[in-house]
């Protein structure tokens, strides 16, 4: 492993440079990850202090540890989320994709819930310049919390008719495959990618949904092989 220091940078900023000797792919993360890690927006540090919200989520992830809490506030009359605030006991991913996911669910006046649940984690990626393929699993949390958050306002509010149903979220629109397909795969004895592929297919015409895959089986087998 290699630290780049810098003069101007503390020791905890310092740039980490973990590319493997054997593989091409970098882990180092872009500045637009480190900006949102070294500088997170929306942090709540003292949860005991956010009394006025609309609705609350949160999200364990057993595949690397992480645990992430969310809470929100909607205009209820333009259905609009015009703050979201978090905290996480996560990494620097994490930490860094949560904080790109409170901007763009609250700028512009705040983000339509429709269109809130349907930011997936490579929208999210995508508005850091990228992360290592290592650690795309962290994206997830924040978009999963959020649409927990979201859950959590519907009942509140009293619109079960819109509650959505995480075990049937449709990961692979063209194989029609979702993660309850994952999950059964998985419990079948299906532990790796391909083995996956080879049960239900996902991925294979659409290969944007991969990361979130692996993430997938990386979590259904921590939860029921440990």
């Known amino acids: 492993m290699k630290i780049k220091k810098t003069k101007s940078r503390s020791k905890a900023a310092q740039e980490i440079d973990l590319t493997p000797k054997d593989n091409k792919e970098s882990w180092v993360y872009s500045k637009t990850v480190k900006q949102h890690f070294f500088h997170p927006q929306n942090l709540v540090m003292d949860a005991s202090k956010i009394t006025d919200y609309d609705g609350l989520g949160m999200v364990g992830s057993p595949a690397c540890g992480d645990v992430m809490k969310v809470w929100i ?3 209820k009359k333009e259905d609009r989320i015009t703050s979201m605030q978090w905290q ?3 990494c620097g991913s994490a930490i860094g994709a949560t904080s790109m996911l409170s901007i763009m669910v609250t700028e512009n006046k705040g983000m339509k819930i429709n269109d809130a649940l349907k930011i997936k984690p490579q929208d999210i990626t995508k508005r850091l310049d990228g ?3 290592r650690k795309i699993h962290c994206s997830v949390l924040g978009d999963k919390a959020l649409r927990s958050a979201i859950n959590n306002y519907f009942l509140k509010s009293g619109q079960k008719k819109r509650l959505i149903e995480e075990s ?6 063209i194989a029609k495959v979702t993660d309850s397909d994952i999950e059964e795969a998985v419990l079948d004895g299906a532990l790796t990618l391909e083995a996956v592929q080879k049960k239900t297919k996902v991925g294979i015409g659409n290969p944007s949904v991969i990361p979130e895959v692996k993430q997938l089986i990386r979590f259904y087998r921590e939860k029921y092989f440990n």
Request: hydrophobic content about 40%; cysteine-free; charged content about 35%.
């Open 73 to 75: 506030k909607v205009n």
């Open 131 to 133: 992360l290592p393929m």
């Open 168 to 173: 049937k979220r449709l990961i692979d629109k």
């Open 88 to 90: 996480t006991f996560g």
